[in-house]
């Protein structure tokens, strides 16, 4: 039974049936898939402060965004990238990907690293999105995420991705 | 307005009001806060291979569940280190906490790092939990990440919490 259906979430209510044969009735939710993408340029990388209203927050983000219909993972992060930070990345590599929580909904979140960066003219932000890019040290990162500073899962994941550890 | 009211999940679609003024329609979801634990036993950890109904699949996770009503965090840790492990741990350490997904949902899990580990006889998984308990070296958790054989994003926070790096 569906619950609700927006632009890019939709819950559904159903009898889902376990490998152990025990059915119950349980909501999933649907968001639709994104991708994450960490810039890297020589030594630093760029992380947004952006403004989250489900938190009512600031936090530090890598630039992500949602998959447009018909949209590829790969493409959806060249876009992002360019729309969030003003940057394109001659070089995008994925990185694998991510569930966000996977005990109640099939959000995947689709990584990237972008090499090569330029300043791109299609830079664009749309009017709901809070965003300031910032410029943050390779070699502080670690101390961000362990000092609660970065609090972004897949932020966090996106580190783990590219920096090996 | 509440759009779903459940057990462990209300969602409600309500204006927002952004730091810049404009006002949005949004959807919230907001989950019970949950906990994650990595037990960690000299040079190896125990995680779960679960069976998780919404992607339907067999994935690798830390021990994790949602807090109780009245439940702090740490009782949380360590009630579902047992339930899910069948193991105590005397050592529970506070390694702060994600945000899963703050793009539509408030959902906090607090992370902890489990040692001392013990059997217990209060050992007991919920009926609709499909779990076996997995023991990994810590040694080969980075390659897992990279390969895709963990793509939980709260255990990949936990390694990074658990391992500072």
Known sequence: ????????????????RLPNGIEKKRVIVHPSNAVAILPIDGER????????????QYIYEAPAGTMEMGEAPLQTAHREL?????????????????????????????????????????????????IEVVDVAISDLSAMVRDGTIIDAKTICLFHHCFGC
């Open 82 to 130: 360019i729309e969030e930070t003003g940057f394109a990345a001659q070089k995008m590599q994925e990185k694998g990907f991510i569930y966000t929580t996977p005990g109640y909904t099939d959000e995947k979140i689709f990584l990237f690293e972008a090499r090569d960066l330029s300043p791109s003219r299609e830079y664009g932000k749309d009017e709901d999105e809070i």
């Open 45 to 56: 990388c760029k992380l947004l402060k952006q403004y989250r209203y489900a938190i009512d």
């Open 1 to 16: 039974m569906e619950i609700f259906r927006g632009r890019r979430l939709w819950i559904e209510s159903r009898m889902i």
